[in-house]
């Protein structure tokens, strides 16, 4: 237990579905991260936001798009979805975002388009 | 760039068996070194980390010394065990560059058998 939480564990969607993933942290931290784990590739950093501010959109497409109501909570919200978005997202949460601390990651939301 | 280099898995062992996993980095400035560790069905845990040169990360009876001279972060653990079974990960994050950004590598596959 990491003390990040990310809802749903599990996630089918069509590819004209509108869905949203949860995450949420209970560590205080000021930072969190969105990442998309698919097999056989590198953790793909997708957004950072740094109290609640958007820091980084690592050219993400538009399909997925994160909000971040207050430090505690992040959604990432995902609409008309391709086959190849079917992945583990990852969130993940720092103290802040300077290079010493370490990050916290949830248990992830698998999800697969159809 | 940043940039971490792990060996290629799978790799299979026996119970009770050494295990070494390389990881060799790239850095602008003077990173931060961390192995991450991602259990079956989870998320990614922290096992250890490093923050200077000669320091060593030790946790779960696995260790990793950050070598300067060879730009190295190499893991090793002494006696494995079934429940050692994972995904590995090096990581990185480079104050000089983008402070908050974890470099991670492509992962290492362990399976340790009975």
């Not at chain 1, 949203?20 to 590198?42: D, F, I, R, T, V």
């Not at chain 1, 505690?72 to 103290?95: G, I, K, R, V």
């Not at chain 2, 070494?20 to 845990?45: D, H, K, M, R």
Request: proline content about 5%.
């Amino acid at each position: 237990e990491t003390g990040v939480t990310q809802t749903p564990r599990h996630l089918v969607m069509g590819m004209t579905n509108k869905k949203s993933l949860k995450c949420e942290q209970h560590l205080g931290h000021n930072a969190m991260y969105w990442y998309k784990q698919s097999a056989k590739k590198p953790l793909e950093l997708m957004f950072v936001y740094s109290l609640e501010e958007r820091v980084e959109n690592n050219s993400v497409p538009s399909r997925f798009s994160p909000e971040c109501p207050n430090s505690s909570h992040l959604f990432l919200h995902l609409h008309t979805l391709q086959p190849e978005d079917s992945a583990l997202y990852l969130c993940a949460s720092s103290p802040g975002t300077t290079s010493s601390y370490e990050q916290y990651f949830g248990p992830g939301t698998r999800l697969t388009v159809t | 760039g940043n940039s971490v280099t792990q060996m290629e898995g799978p790799v299979t062992l026996s119970e009770e068996a050494f295990l070494t996993i390389n990881c060799t980095y790239t850095a602008t400035g003077y990173p931060s070194l961390f192995w991450y560790v991602q259990y079956p069905g989870e998320g990614l845990q922290l096992l250890l980390k490093a923050t200077k040169a000669d320091d060593k990360g030790s946790n779960k009876g696995f260790e990793a010394t950050y070598r300067k001279e060879t730009t190295s972060f190499h893991l090793e653990k002494g006696s494995v065990q079934v429940s050692d079974s994972a995904v590995y990960f090096c990581a990185l994050s480079d104050p000089l560059s983008n402070d908050y950004k974890l470099s991670f590598g492509a992962g290492t596959t362990v399976t340790v058998r009975a």
